[in-house]
C-alpha cells in the first residue's frame, strides 16, 4: 500500500475531470471519470466509497471557507439550432 504521507501530489501526472458516472449494488460501488472522450472506470467497496466521499466533502468545505461558495447553476449555453432556423 502507498504511505500516503510520501506522496508529492504536485509530482503525480494529472487528468482534468469534466465529469462522473456510477452505480452500486450491495457489495459495490462502479464510477467512472471522464475527461474529455477518455473514460477511466473505477469500483470499490462500499466502506472505501464512504471514506472517499467523506475526504471530498471535507476538502469543498475547506475549499469554499477559503473561496466562497461553488457556483452550482448551469451555465446559460444557447442551442446552436434555432427556432428560427427551423424554417429554413
Known amino acids: 500500500m502507498i504511505d500516503p504521507t510520501k506522496v508529492d501530489m504536485n509530482q503525480l501526472p ?3 475531470i469534466d465529469g462522473a ?3 452500486y449494488g450491495k457489495e459495490i ?3 467512472a471519470l471522464t475527461s474529455g472522450n477518455n473514460l477511466d472506470s ?3 467497496t ?3 466509497m464512504k471514506s472517499i466521499s467523506t475526504w471530498l466533502n471535507v476538502q469543498v468545505q ?3 471557507k477559503q473561496f466562497g461558495a461553488i457556483d452550482m447553476t448551469p451555465p446559460s449555453i444557447q442551442s446552436p439550432l434555432q427556432r428560427s ?3 429554413k
Do not use: R
Open 29 to 31: 460501488f462502479s464510477f
Open 46 to 48: 462500499p466502506q472505501v
Open 21 to 23: 458516472i456510477g452505480g
Open 42 to 44: 473505477f469500483a470499490t
Open 62 to 64: 475547506n475549499y469554499e
Open 14 to 16: 494529472k487528468k482534468f
Open 85 to 87: 432556423d427551423l424554417g
